[in-house]
């Protein structure tokens, strides 16, 4: 990082007011010798901010950040201290480079790099002016659905299959072979030292820019069939992959500190989610996300949401990045992570499910540590000792790795608490089987315990789990005849682990009522009562019923069989005018101890949905979880 003089730190002082910086970023009014505002901070509609000129400092009470003009630019524009002495020096009318002491190379542009800005922005023009001749390349860009604007927005260019024609134009313009050279734009051939070619051909071109708009590099997309379809500059002084992230400058365009910064996988997803309004979206350069680059996005965000493709590729590359930020975690500073699915990235999400559902789908995005416990989870075969030990000691291994002595306490607290849970619910089913009538119980296969276990999960928000526990909780003389079962039961989503082990403790106390409203008192008066209700009102059951009906729709129609087209809207408006106490005969039988009907209906749906080659999530996680219940009778 350059080093500024404090002479030239002083001269800045003296040319600008505290008020004149902030104001350009917040709206201050003058009361008596200080100047009030709305908190850059944080969402407010009462003034708490304030600054003082004659003491040089602005503070806010709503949040207690303090400082001067430099540590101002620093926590609103996410700046490093060299950057917001160059800001504001131009703002005060100063030229940066006559206050810097040394100029070590950084990853920023400085005055020095001014032949390799000039060469980049010819490169720029020359790329876009490519782009409007080219009908292959605007065809490319229909066929993604990206908007004149969007085009412009990202100066989004076109390299032509010439060898050399971006070579001969920054030669015309007298640019020195060695500064082109040094730009990654052109290569020296290696048959001939006399040769040069020109390093995009036949790609759409991505200018890379840093945080103030500069264009450091450019990114290239084959049209044609190349083995490698990204490629970008080579890296040099001032460009590293590792520590860019591609549309930082247009995430941070307004201003202020981002609360949901999305981190995605490539160029095309931040377009596609940019056009779709969700225009604080970024991405690794080619690489795999980098803790630099986490450290970049938590200038501006402190929990950036890791938002990669879902597909296994793109759920190793979500789960690497989760444990190497381990080593690099700090108070306040985390990521969270969410999950696609179904091989989807973000422009298929959102052109399949729509803008309100990706939305839905990031703002109940996983915190850190509850996605890598549940990824870890998912490993364990089964509740044997053994098996849980080898978990416990990865747990451990994976909290050893933060280097934070705080967020570690932190994380061994909430670990081990989760730890303690898998061990109560085990230990219930273990040391209380024999207070149960052991005779009537029927084991169950671990097959069964475990079937189907996160089928479609992210497309059936853990139907399989809810409705075992909606079993449970309507029909508690379950709880008596599966209790032993109910202690091996693994499940996805760990909340609702806990909430099992609460039900079985519950149920082993001799002096509690198993009777559904004095269960159902004693859970809403306890710490689950959110969760509660996540399970009975969070999930729109209409919309599971469509889900239902759908699914059995598309087997009709695949085997040609007549359906009436509205017979979906036609079941819903009946069902309006059955009695509210009336339920289904499923209901009923498990209500009353008898066999259900679950193999001639869910269980018929999912065995020809597999036989058809058509998908049928609903009615798999349903069967999944009435099956739990469905051998015992």
């Known amino acids: 990082m350059p080093r500024y003089s404090k002479e ?39 003034p708490s901010f304030t600054v003082n000129d004659d003491k040089e400092f602005y503070h806010c009470f709503s949040t207690s950040e303090h400082g001067d003009m430099f540590s101002f630019m620093m926590k609103h524009k996410g700046y490093t201290y060299p950057e917001s002495i160059e800001y504001l020096a131009r703002l005060a009318g100063l030229d940066p480079s006559l206050g810097i002491v040394n100029m070590p190379y950084d990853n920023n542009f400085t005055e020095n790099n001014t032949a390799l800005k000039n060469i980049f922005n010819e490169a720029k023009i020359f790329f876009h002016e490519n782009l409007a001749k080219s009908k292959f390349a605007n065809n490319y860009l229909a066929k993604r659905e990206l908007s004149a604007q969007t085009v412009k927005a990202f100066n989004l260019g076109y390299a032509n299959s010439e060898s050399n024609s971006l070579y001969q134009l920054l030669l015309s313009k007298k640019f020195e072979i060695k500064d082109i050279l040094e730009s990654g734009l052109v290569k020296k051939s290696n048959k001939n030292q006399n040769e040069y070619y020109d390093f995009f051909r ?91 680059q986490i450290e970049k996005a938590w200038r501006y965000c402190k929990n950036p949401i890791i938002c990669f493709d879902g597909d296994e590729a793109g759920d190793k590359a979500a789960y690497r990045a989760a444990i190497n930020v381990l080593q690099i975690l700090k108070p306040d500073h985390s990521l969270r992570i969410c999950s696609l699915g179904n091989n989807l990235d973000p422009d298929d999400f959102i052109k399949s499910k729509g803008k309100a559902n990706f939305k839905k789908i990031i703002l109940d995005s996983k915190n850190l540590s509850d996605f890598i416990w549940e990824k870890e989870y998912s490993k364990i075969k089964s509740l044997k000792p053994e098996d849980l030990a080898g978990f416990e000691n990865r747990i451990k291994s994976l909290i050893n790795e933060i280097k934070d002595e ?94 099992c082990s609460f039900i079985v403790e519950y149920a082993s106390n001799d002096d509690k009522e198993l009777e559904k409203e004095a269960l159902k008192s004693y859970l809403n008066s306890s710490e689950f009562v959110n969760i509660i209700g996540k399970i009975y009102n969070d999930v729109d059951l209409v919309e599971v019923a469509v889900a239902l009906m759908e699914e059995t729709r598309s087997l009709a129609l695949k085997q040609k069989i007549a359906i009436d087209p509205d017979v979906i809207k036609n079941s819903l408006n009946w069902s309006k005018s059955l009695p509210p106490d009336l339920f289904a005969s499923m209901y009923y039988d498990m209500s009353a101890g008898k066999r259900m009907e679950l193999e001639g209906m869910s269980g018929y749906i999912k065995r020809l949905g597999k036989e058809l080659g058509i998908n049928t999530p609903y009615h798999s996680s349903v069967y999944a979880g009435l099956k739990f219940f469905f051998y015992k009778y």
């Open 406 to 499: 705080t967020v570690k306490n932190y994380y061994k607290k909430n670990f081990f608490q989760k730890l303690q849970d898998l061990r109560s619910i085990k230990n219930y089913a273990v040391n209380n089987a024999n207070t149960w009538k052991k005779s009537n119980l029927v084991r169950i296969s671990q097959e069964i315990l475990q079937s189907e276990r996160g089928v479609n999960s992210n497309d059936t928000s853990n139907t399989r789990e809810k409705v075992i526990l909606l079993c449970v909780i309507e029909n508690p003389r379950l709880i008596n005849d599966f209790f032993e079962d109910l202690g091996q039961l693994n499940f996805n989503k760990t909340d609702f682990l806990r909430l």
């Open 202 to 292: 036949n790609r759409l071109i991505f200018p890379i820019k840093d945080n103030r708009s500069n264009i450091i590099a450019f990114g290239g997309r084959a049209l044609d069939n190349s083995n490698i379809k990204y490629i970008n500059s080579s890296e040099n002084k001032f460009f590293k992959k590792g520590y860019n992230l591609y549309n930082l400058d247009l995430a941070i365009e307004k201003d202020r500190r981002i609360e949901d910064l999305i981190i995605v996988e490539g160029y095309m997803d931040v377009i596609s989610l940019y056009q779709n309004s969700f225009e604080t979206t970024v991405a690794p350069l080619g690489t795999a996300l980098t803790n630099p």
């Open 8 to 46: 030239f730190i002083s001269e800045i002082k003296h040319k600008l007011k505290v008020s004149d910086v902030v104001n350009k970023f917040v709206k201050l009014t003058r009361r008596g010798n200080e100047f009030i505002g709305l908190s850059p901070f944080k969402s407010e509609k009462t």
